[in-house]
């Protein structure tokens, strides 16, 4: 938010304090101004006062204010004038191409003569020519035959505005031969607003801070207003249908307005605050915004009354209604949902509530009698809205962060104040006020205890009173209590433990940070307790990291259709019922998600063609709706490879693709690092490839699945070669990993003795069933086992399959003999063939 000093300056006395001094003040009160913009005021001496600073300071020997006392012809060029100027001591013949000088050109004297700001010879200004601020000095030289060695200014080359078509044009009351500095030096502050200072958004706003931190007094604005004719209550009435999302509405009105330009003061304070002036009405309603915080909006009122035929104005608020549509001021028709809060009349909608007004209704040069909104609206909702139909706006940006509805009145007053002034209108006597939902201001105790406790500094309650009340809380001391109600501007007070810690964050900011000592911790420090579940997940992502998997985190938010990619093309679509989003950002990201490996395939999807390897894994929730309560959102764990085995290097040959035992051997390197001892089966699964796809197993309780893409699948994405994914249930997989460390076994003294066997078994018949048959049968003697070799062929027979095992004996008794392997080994082989069938080959 940009804050002119000079404005400050109506509510504050501040003579005494620099630039630097009030930036100072703000930033260590938690107002941090992130920049100092000096237009005619002195810049710092020193550069050690650690802000970020611009501008450009006036002499006050060479820039003055002037009037103009005639206009005439330049008697070689038609887009130049030559104005006579009196300087307070000195008359001049001034050159200039001022285009809003034109109208002015061959009147001769001028009955009422033009105040402007003059810039004598060698008075160093802003090119108001050249793109960006770029300094000039003014020297005397020839245009078009005459002597030119001075100029009247433009606000850009004063550094006031990026505003150069015409030269300011000041009050008719500025005092001539002033120094332009005296008169309308400034410096502009860029002062962040944190979320929860959103009663800040206002000069009054930082006026009654800087006045609180410095216990100075704030000079509130009059709400004061002469009035004449018929009162507004015959003309309109009010209806609230929604109080929560509009807990209040008032209306003004004000008759036979004159528009024209607002004064000269307005226009500059206006533009350093950042916003454009447009007219007296327009820039009334901006001004008020800016001077107290409260947004306001103005209706052309005889064009309501027009579509009342003849009735009383009747407005309303209400939320819209199915395919309504309203025609904002920027001209662009807006489709409406029940989410938008409108401002209605008899005809329809005339204003987005608390976001833009409508073009039917809108003030223009024609206007003469004015209905004036000032309104309080659900911040959540107008936030919503503004982004909905992006249109961010300074009212937008107060509303959504919450506007106190006691200032709707207080806003309406003096926006009604302010038009009268500049456009000399009859403000109608009464207000309509509908006011159904007043907030509680909150209240809440604190005593010397707490404020030790939760600042480490002792402060007596006497003082602490007194802090707040420049804030305008209203405080009462009782005993060694001290009770707090928050004044009807704040909105970010809370009530009970929260609400007292807001009062203390107050408490700090005004005693001030920087003199609040460092002290140690004087509670009791905390349990430590654990989160085993979460500790787990992180397990599991450190033993993926450390396989040679990258993690992912992708987006929670999805669309059905992107999610059935997941199905070969004329499966049945699966009724799927999803958690919905009430305001989505896009069309594809409007439910939340019901797989994970759905989003880790469109991540594949757009890197497999930039890289020759992925081996990617996400850990993430799904969102499953639970009725009216929230969603379940268990996790799952994805894991994904794609491309070649290996990255290409100049000293080894190119890779083979990733395949389904790649894939398994992460696996079974995940599953060995947690201590799960796990089965594998064949599977089925929709979306992976029939006969490469299996099952991982504790028992009879599955963990999750893993295999090769189904062909068809691959088809909807487009990947560049063949991919490889599992998906796991992680929350059934965290409760099989050991509480408390596991099971080490220690190393044998005595040599092992490896032997290799052969069997042959039918081909149904899986290699891990033979494997775990021979665990089991060699016992504790038997340290490994481990598959090299799969053969077929005819000498094997048909429907068979030799499996051969390297295995490894070792006994920690003693060394182990050639008879003890084989008794060992006739045993092992024995179960086999009683219990599979299996044969020993030769």
């Not at 001022?98 to 008075?123: D, H, M, R, T, W």
């Not at 929230?630 to 996790?635: A, I």
Request: aromatic share 6%; hydrophobic share 40%; glycine share 8%.
């Amino acid at each position: 938010m940009k804050v002119p000093i000079s404005w400050l300056k109506d509510f504050i006395e501040i003579d005494d304090l620099s630039v630097v001094e009030i930036a100072r003040l703000l930033t260590m009160s938690g107002m941090e101004v992130e920049d100092i913009l000096f237009a005619g005021l002195p810049l710092p001496e020193s550069d050690d006062h650690g802000f970020k600073v611009s501008g450009i300071a006036w002499d006050r020997e060479k820039i003055v204010v002037a009037e103009i006392t005639e206009v005439n012809p330049h008697p070689n060029a038609d887009r130049l004038t030559l104005c006579e100027l009196y300087d307070g001591q000195v008359h001049h013949t001034v050159l200039t191409g001022a285009p809003n000088l034109f109208p002015y050109k061959g009147q001769g004297k001028l009955a009422q003569p033009i105040k402007v700001a003059y810039a004598k010879e060698g008075s160093t200004l802003y090119d108001g020519h050249s793109d960006g601020l770029v300094l000039a000095t003014l020297k005397r030289t020839k245009i078009r035959g005459v002597d030119s060695y001075s100029m009247v200014c433009s606000e850009k080359e004063l550094g006031i505005s990026e505003e150069h078509e015409g030269v300011i044009f000041l009050d008719a009351d500025a005092p001539v031969g002033m120094p332009l500095a005296d008169y309308i030096g400034d410096a502009v502050l860029e002062v962040k607003i944190n979320p929860n200072m959103a009663r800040n958004t206002s000069i009054l706003g930082v006026a009654r801070e800087i006045a609180a931190l410095t216990g100075r007094s704030l000079n509130k604005p009059k709400y004061e207003l002469k009035t004449s004719g018929e009162p507004v209550t015959g003309k309109v009435s009010l209806e609230i249908a929604e109080p929560a999302l509009n807990p209040r509405f008032t209306l003004g009105l004000i008759r036979n307005m004159k528009i024209h330009p607002s004064p000269y003061w307005v226009q500059r304070r206006l533009r350093m605050a950042g916003m454009r002036p447009i007219s007296n009405i327009v820039d009334a309603t901006n001004y008020t915004m800016l001077e107290i915080g409260q947004p306001l909006h103005a209706f052309d009122y005889d064009v309501l009354a027009k579509r009342a035929a003849g009735k009383p104005v009747a407005i309303c608020t209400r939320t819209a209604r199915p395919g309504e549509k309203l025609v904002t001021l920027d001209g662009a028709e807006r489709a409406l949902t029940d989410t938008n809060v409108l401002v209605c009349d008899g005809g329809g909608a005339i204003s987005l509530a608390g976001v833009m007004g409508g073009a039917e209704t809108e003030v223009g040069d024609g206007t003469v009698n004015i209905l004036l909104e000032a309104a309080a609206w659900n911040f959540i909702n107008i936030r919503r809205t503004a982004n909905q139909h992006n249109l961010p706006s300074e009212a937008s940006y107060r509303f959504s962060r919450g506007v106190h509805p006691a200032l709707a009145l207080e806003g309406l007053v003096r926006c009604l104040y302010w038009m009268a002034e500049w456009g000399d209108g009859q403000v109608a006597p009464g207000v309509v006020d509908s006011y159904p939902l007043p907030p509680h201001d909150p209240t809440v105790e604190i005593t010397e205890k707490e404020i030790r406790r939760a600042l480490g500094i002792a402060i007596p309650l006497a003082e602490v009173k007194e802090m707040l009340e420049r804030l305008e809380f209203t405080c009462v001391l009782a005993g060694e209590t001290l009770k707090v109600t928050a004044p009807p501007i704040r909105m970010d007070i809370g009530t009970g433990i929260v609400g007292i810690a807001d009062v203390m964050e107050e408490v700090a900011r005004l005693y001030g940070y920087d003199r609040i000592p460092e002290t140690l911790m004087a509670d009791p420090l905390p349990p430590q307790r654990g989160n085993p579940s979460l500790e787990r997940e992180e397990h599991v992502r450190d033993v993926l990291v450390s396989l040679g998997m990258q993690e992912v985190i992708t987006h929670r938010m999805t669309a059905p259709e992107i999610e059935n990619r997941l199905l070969p093309k004329g499966t049945p679509i699966l009724a799927l019922e999803y958690v919905k989003l009430a305001n989505p950002i896009a069309p594809e990201k409007r439910v939340l998600r019901r797989s994970v490996l759905s989003s880790m395939l469109n991540v594949v999807e757009r890197n497999t063609r930039l890289m020759e390897t992925l081996a990617l894994f996400e850990v993430g929730s799904v969102f499953i709706p639970n009725g009216k309560d929230l969603p379940n959102e268990p996790r799952r764990l994805v894991l994904a490879l794609a491309g070649q085995r290996q990255v290409s290097a100049w000293d080894r040959m190119p890779a083979d693709k990733a395949d389904f035992y790649d894939l398994k051997g992460v696996v079974d390197g995940l599953m060995a690092a947690l201590h799960i001892q796990v089965s594998y089966a064949p599977a089925e699964h929709p979306s992976f490839h029939p006969g490469k796809c299996a099952a991982v197993m504790v028992d009879e309780t599955p963990l999750g699945v893993f295999g090769e893409l189904h062909p068809l699948v691959q088809e909807n994405y487009d990947f560049a070669s063949p991919v490889l994914a599992a998906d796991f249930d992680l929350e059934a997989i965290l409760p099989l990993m050991p509480e408390i460390g596991h099971t080490i076994r220690p190393f044998s003294e005595f040599p092992p003795v490896l032997e290799d066997i052969a069997l042959i078994v039918d081909e149904s018949i899986p290699a891990d069933q033979v494997e775990s048959l021979i665990r089991q049968t060699g016992g504790k003697t038997l340290a490994d086992v481990r598959l090299f070799d799969v053969f077929r062929s005819e000498q094997v027979g048909v429907g068979k399959k030799s499996l051969a095992y390297a295995l490894t004996y070792q006994s920690f008794e003693g060394t182990l003999t050639d008879k003890d392997a084989a008794q060992l080994r006739n045993k092992i082989v024995r179960r086999l063939e009683n219990e599979i069938g299996a044969k020993l080959r030769a």
